[in-house]
Nanobody
Framework: VQLQASGGGLVQAGDSLRLSCAASGGSINAYVMAWFRQAPGKEREFASAISRSGTNTPYTDSVKGRFAISRDNAKNTVYLQMNILKPEDTAVYYC?????????????????WGQGTLVTVSS
């Protein structure tokens, strides 16, 4: 499966943004989907994931209550709604997938990756 992330941009603190991850070459029905992010000068970290059923959606603590992950299997797309953005959310956001069931937070589990989309939040 190929993944294409989009929706990044330059916003101000407090604004909202929605990222999209469109899949091709396979149906996301068969994949757990996730978003990771990499801030400048830092290692890539887990942001959120969504199980195949959509019922399990873990988040990293720093985005809980502000970000929401969702999936539209009919459109073969996963979304990350980001609200009340903060400068520390500035990062390249990557979507990822693996053909399993559990919504793991571990980067090594995911074997399909998109190219990333840059989100910049100004103060």
């Amino acid at each position: 499966v190929q993944l294409q992330a989009s929706g990044g941009g330059l916003v101000q603190a407090g604004d909202s943004l929605r990222l999209s991850c469109a899949a091709s070459g396979g149906s996301i029905n068969a994949y757990v989907m996730a978003w990771f992010r990499q801030a400048p000068g830092k290692e890539r970290e887990f942001a959120s994931a969504i199980s195949r059923s959509g019922t399990n959606t873990p988040y990293t603590d720093s985005v809980k209550g502000r970000f929401a992950i969702s999936r539209d299997n009919a459109k073969n797309t996963v979304y990350l709604q980001m609200n009340i953005l903060k400068p520390e959310d500035t990062a390249v956001y990557y979507c990822a997938a693996y053909a399993g069931y559990a919504a793991y937070e571990y980067e090594s589990v995911y074997n399909y990756w998109g190219q990333g989309t840059l989100v910049t939040v100004s103060s």
